[in-house]
Structure formats: structure tokens, C-alpha cells
């Protein structure tokens, strides 16, 4: 007897060994990836507008700003615990960009150390769970969520969302309410960082199927078991959709006809599954095109609905496929382009959590090697795969190093970005680089004839740096065109003909900018000018 007792012990401490080595490879391997993070700058692509410029988080914790975070929206989204993060990492390291890097960067290795911990808990595959974990940790489709600071959201709901399926799992296992409880307050949790989790309840429903093996327990109880989640997913998804509709936040995508909306759905869901396995082309902004060829939406439709079918028929045999293939189709549905805010047809940072379950198919799938050469193979190939993954990350993980970096990557990507074009026209301006910003906003106006604040930028940039007033104030009354409210527009118009030496003419447009916005100071000096200029 005390023989087998010490045995077991030391079986024990070598598997318990083997998790520590497999976590440490897993935590070492992202750090290798994304340590460049550290030297990044915030972008003025909306890093200023969650961070520096937002006063109640560059100012830090104080009982002020943390009530803000939850009576107030921001952005169109109501997101506190993501705001809280915020203003505690500028209250510790002010507003320095590495630590907000840093900070992003620690949540996604404790991702991919609980998402170990959480497959292997629940199949028992410890090798398999790591292949996994691994795999979310590198991929380059996961480099927009960790590089970029505004994404912390992503990290951060992903890791209450995982800690609260571990928490589930523990309450499955020992019956606990206390487990219970604390799932639901991590689920709140969860979704106060990000909505992107309002499908949980779902997943956790797949998780009854396969692994857990639960639907013994009666379809109709698990459900119920639900029911809280549910009703939290419910208000979260109302709170969403008010803020987002106040804010204006869904006006560019209700902009877009509802086919083009429609087809796109199952396309992306394609293409997401094909950048899994050939990440490239990663752009920060995939906007929609024009039209999508009837091909691609029925070859799409005919892909889903085969593999849905495929891991139906096959549930008895291939449980794992099941639960994988539709935790993917489940965690896309609140970023799927059915109710969604922005330009974007699809975006990196939406696979975060969804490729999870791909993941574990592909883990699942592979054959258990019977061997050793085998098994030397097998952790060969993936080791090999990790490789490829990683090296690939490591690269994209520097397009995001400043925002001239992201927006000449997304041009190389395609040329046809005109929100890159537009981006770049303004930080060539604040470079001095009059002519290139020109050439810039004339690009934008070529692609998005109907975009105001180009022509505008345009004009002032011809006006103000060219000298040449007569041909700035062309694009000034476009812009008018455009937004009849437009009080840059009108003070351009009225600046122009101030340099023409028309002030008389110019006052009725400076009165007009001044009456549109009663705030803009340089329209009400214009105006005192341009009156006296004109002997008024």
C-alpha cells in the first residue's frame, strides 16, 4: 500500500510539472510575440479619444470618475470595468504608452494561461489544451486585440468571460452554489468590459453537451440553469443598443443597403475561417465593397450550412465538433454585421473568442499517436505550426507601432482605404507635409465623394499652406453641399474671401459658422476682423 501511495504521489507532481512547463512555455512564447508592445506609441486612431483626451480617465481612480464610468456611455458604448482599467493603469504609471501596452499585454498571457486551465479541467487532454492555449496566444489575427490599446476591452472581457466558465465548470463538478454565484458576477463583469460575451450562456450550453456530458441531466433543467445569464445577456444587449443609437454609432451601418449587410454575413464567416488558416492581408479597417458576387454569398451559405450539418450528424461520434463549430457560429453573432456599429465589414479583434472553438476542433481531431516516433512527430508538426504562427504575429505586431505605421500598412493592403488615406492626410499636415496631405485628401475625395471633413482639410491645407485661395474655396462650398451645417465649411468660405480681399462678402459666412457653433472662438474672431475690414 505504501508503495502505490508514493507512486501516485510522484505521478502526480510529474504531471503537475508538466503544466507548470506547459504554462511557461505558453506565457514566454506570447511575451516573445508582443514584446515589441512595449516601445508603441497610443494611435490617433481612437487611443486618444478612450484615453488621453477622455479627462475623466487621464486623470485617474477618484469616486468622480468612477461614477462616470457607470452612469455614462462613451464612444457609443457603455464599457466601465474597460474605463476603471483605464484610469487605474494612468493612476499607477500616468499616461505612459508602454504601460497601457504592458497592461494590455498581461491580460492576454493570463488569457491564454486560463483558456489551459479551462480545457484542460473540462477534457482532461493536457497536451491537447495546451496546443490550444498556444495557438490563441500567437495567432496573428490576435495581434489587433493586444497591440492596440483601445482593444483592451477585448482582453479584458475575454478574461472575465474565461474565468467565469471556469467558475461554471467548478460549480458543475462540486455542485457549488458559491461557484455558481461568483460565475454570474464574473459574467456581469464580463460583459462590463465589452457586450461581446452576450452569447455566453450559449456556450456554456455546448459545454453541457461536450465536454461536461450533462444533457443526461434533462434539456429543459440546463436551460433553466441559464435563465440569469440570460437575462444579463438581455440587458446588456439593451443597454448596447441605446447608447450606440444616441450616440450615433449605428448611422454608418444602417447608411449601407441591407442586402450588402446580409450577403455579408456568411462571407465573413468564411473568410474568417480561411485567415485562420492563411493569416494575411490583416488590415486595422476591412471596409465593405461595393458589391459581392452572388457567387461568393451562395459558395459561403453552401460552406456553413455543410459543416453545420456535417457537426449535427456526426454529434455522437465527434461531440467535440459540435460544441467547437458552434461556439464559432455563437461568438460571431454580436459582431456579424446583424446589428453592429461602424464601417467595418469584418474585423481581426472579432476572432478573439470565436476561434476558440476551431482551436479545440483542430486540437480535438488530431489522432493520438500510439508510439513514440509518433508522438516525436506530432509535437513536431506543432511545434513547427507555433513557429510559423508566432514569426507571423511577431511581424504584424509592428504595423501597429504608430499610427503612420497602421495606416501605410492598411494602403499597402488596399489602396481603396479611404479612412486610411484621410488619417495619413492628417498626420502629414502635422508633419509640415503640406503636399503629400494634399494629395492624400484629393485620394479620399476620388474614393468617398460625399466625405465633408476632406474637403474641408483639403481646402484649408491649399488655403492656409498653398496660398492659393481661389481654389480652396471650391472644396469649402462642397463641404457646404455636403452638411449645409457645417460651421468649418462656412468659416473656410469666409476665410478664403477675407484672403481675396472680399471682407464684406466674408462677414455673412463667419455669422453663419458663428451661428452654427456658438462655441467656435476662431469663426467669432474672424468675423470681428472681416467687420473691420469692411469698415462695419
Not at 460549480?171 to 452554489?177: C, D, I, L, Q
Not at 458576477?185 to 455546448?206: C, D, H, Q, R
Not at 473656410?492 to 467656435?520: N, W
Request: charged residues 15%.
Amino acid at each position: 500500500m505504501t508503495g502505490q501511495h508514493v507512486q501516485g504521489r510522484s505521478l502526480d507532481f510529474t504531471h503537475g510539472l508538466a503544466d507548470i512547463w506547459i504554462a511557461a512555455a505558453i506565457a514566454l512564447a506570447t511575451l516573445f510575440v508582443f514584446s515589441e508592445v512595449r516601445n508603441f506609441e497610443l494611435l490617433g486612431y481612437d487611443d486618444y479619444v478612450h484615453i488621453t483626451s477622455n479627462t475623466h480617465v487621464n486623470t485617474g481612480l477618484n469616486a468622480e470618475n468612477i461614477r462616470w464610468a457607470f452612469t455614462h456611455s462613451h464612444d457609443g458604448n457603455w464599457y466601465p470595468m474597460t474605463l476603471l482599467s483605464y484610469m487605474a493603469t494612468v493612476q499607477l504609471f500616468g499616461l505612459s504608452p508602454c504601460a497601457h501596452h504592458l497592461a494590455a499585454l498581461g491580460l492576454h498571457v493570463m488569457n491564454s494561461l486560463l483558456l489551459f486551465m479551462l480545457f484542460k479541467r473540462i477534457t482532461g487532454a493536457r497536451w491537447r489544451a495546451g496546443f490550444v492555449a498556444m495557438v490563441f496566444a500567437v495567432h496573428p489575427m490576435h495581434v489587433e486585440s493586444v497591440a492596440w490599446v483601445s482593444e483592451r476591452k477585448d482582453v479584458l472581457s475575454v478574461f472575465f468571460g474565461f474565468l467565469t466558465m471556469l467558475s461554471y465548470v467548478y460549480y458543475v463538478r462540486r455542485a457549488s452554489v458559491m461557484s455558481y454565484v461568483a460565475a454570474l458576477i464574473l459574467f456581469m463583469f464580463s460583459l462590463m468590459s465589452k457586450p461581446m460575451l452576450v452569447t455566453l450562456p450559449f456556450l456554456l450550453l455546448l459545454f453541457d453537451y461536450w465536454p461536461l456530458m450533462r444533457f443526461s441531466c434533462g434539456v429543459k433543467r440546463l436551460i433553466a440553469e441559464k435563465v440569469p445569464f440570460i437575462l444579463l445577456s438581455l440587458t446588456d444587449a439593451v443597454i448596447t443598443l441605446s447608447t450606440q443609437k444616441a450616440w450615433g454609432a449605428l448611422s454608418a451601418i444602417e447608411n449601407l443597403p441591407l442586402t450588402l449587410r446580409l450577403q455579408n454575413i456568411p462571407v465573413s464567416y468564411v473568410k474568417y475561417i480561411m485567415k485562420m488558416f492563411y493569416p494575411g492581408n490583416m488590415a486595422f479597417l476591412y471596409l465593405y465593397p461595393k458589391a459581392i458576387p452572388g457567387w461568393q454569398v451562395g459558395l459561403s451559405i453552401a460552406a456553413l450550412i455543410v459543416i453545420s450539418a456535417f457537426a449535427i450528424v456526426m454529434s455522437r461520434r465527434l461531440p467535440y465538433v459540435l460544441t467547437g463549430w458552434f461556439w464559432y457560429l455563437a461568438a460571431l453573432v454580436p459582431v456579424i454585421g446583424f446589428v453592429q456599429a461602424g464601417l467595418q465589414s469584418m474585423a481581426d479583434r472579432y476572432t478573439y473568442l470565436p476561434y476558440v472553438g476551431l482551436f479545440v476542433i483542430a486540437a480535438m481531431a488530431l489522432p493520438r499517436p500510439v508510439s513514440a516516433v509518433r508522438r516525436a512527430t506530432a509535437a513536431a508538426l506543432a511545434v513547427a505550426l507555433i513557429i510559423i504562427l508566432g514569426v507571423k504575429a511577431k511581424a504584424q505586431v509592428n504595423y501597429w507601432h504608430n499610427s503612420k505605421t497602421l495606416y501605410l500598412h492598411g494602403l499597402d493592403v488596399d489602396d481603396g482605404n479611404y479612412v486610411a488615406h484621410y488619417n495619413l492626410g492628417i498626420i502629414y499636415l502635422s508633419e509640415g507635409n503640406v503636399n503629400d496631405a494634399v494629395t492624400a485628401f484629393r485620394k479620399v475625395i476620388l474614393l468617398k465623394p460625399t466625405h465633408v471633413e476632406a474637403y474641408i482639410n483639403l481646402g484649408s491645407a491649399l488655403l492656409f499652406q498653398l496660398q492659393r485661395p481661389e481654389e480652396a474655396i471650391a472644396y469649402f462650398y462642397k463641404a457646404i453641399e455636403l452638411n449645409p451645417a457645417s460651421a468649418d465649411g462656412y468659416n473656410g468660405v469666409g476665410a478664403a474671401l477675407a484672403t481675396m480681399k472680399r471682407p464684406a462678402q466674408a462677414v455673412a459666412y463667419f455669422e453663419k459658422a458663428a451661428a452654427l457653433d456658438p462655441g467656435f472662438e476662431l469663426a467669432r474672431t474672424n468675423l470681428k476682423n472681416a467687420r473691420r475690414d469692411a469698415g462695419m
